[in-house]
């Protein structure tokens, strides 16, 4: 059920929200103390789709159609969500992968998933420096992934794309603190989405997108500086990318391809 209206506290911008993780936490957020969602996406059918049932729930919803990577239209985007309603969470969550790389989707792996996360959230931190009446509680999230942990040859603008966010929220998170802006990188494992729709290879420790998304928000609730799941597989990653290169070479080189 979802939350009475006396419990629906918060604002909550959230990128790339038609599908995966990006509609989970949106649903997830409806159900429970979102008063206003702002939810941007590509796909205006699926984001619809998100928006009726966000609605439904309880949640005030404004959608966009816009793509990341303009980085004029994000900020005159976010800078109309900060007047309808200052939001306490900005999720950048659009991001992209390929399942065979070319040269295009290099480029457009990196435009999404590196500059795209810039272009949501520096408007934004700009406006909570500016503004006087910001929420006490003021929250950056950054979805990264376990992929970015390490270089990864099945995927290498993905997992490098992923790193390079990963550990720009983690100075940012440091930097902003004089700001009481929060800074959360999420890491996530395998989590149902289009993307992980098309992959052939094994997904060890596969998990759906709502269960994903309850995990991400109680650790943005806790202010946690990195949240990284599942357990298991979170601990694998970060082992192998402690190991020399040698090692690490080894096992990576033997992983399977994604298609």
């Not at 998170?173 to 494992?189: A, Q, T």
């Amino acid at each position: 059920m979802a939350s009475s209206t006396s419990k629906r506290t918060q604002n909550i911008l959230i990128t790339g929200a038609s599908s995966g993780i990006g509609e989970a936490l949106a649903v997830q957020y409806a159900k429970s103390t979102a008063k206003t969602l702002f939810l941007c996406g590509r796909n205006e059918e699926r984001l619809q789709d998100v928006a009726r049932r966000c609605e439904n729930l309880g949640s005030k919803v404004y959608t966009q159609i816009i793509d990341v990577t303009d980085r004029e239209k994000m900020q005159d985007w976010i800078k109309s969500c900060f007047k309808k309603a200052v939001p306490d969470t900005i999720i950048a969550n659009a991001g992209i992968g390929s399942i065979i790389e070319t040269t295009d989707s290099i480029y457009n792996t990196f435009n999404t998933n590196v500059f795209g996360v810039i272009n949501t959230i520096l408007p934004a931190i700009d406006f909570y420096k500016k503004k006087k009446d910001t929420p006490e509680e003021k929250s950056i999230v950054i979805i990264s992934s376990l992929a970015g942990y390490h270089g990864l040859a099945t995927c290498p603008s993905y997992s490098a794309s992923k790193a390079a966010v990963k550990a720009y929220g983690e100075a940012l998170r440091v930097k902003l603190k004089s700001e009481k802006i929060n800074v959360n990188v999420v890491c996530p494992g395998f989590v149902r989405s289009r993307l992980t729709d098309q992959n052939t290879c094994p997904m060890p420790f596969f998990m759906e997108a709502p269960e994903a998304a309850k995990l991400i928000i109680a650790g943005i609730r806790q202010n946690k500086a990195v949240i990284s799941f599942p357990l298991p597989l979170r601990f694998a990653t970060w082992l192998v990318s402690i190991l020399p290169n040698c090692l690490s070479d080894f096992i990576y080189g033997r992983l399977p391809n994604k298609a």
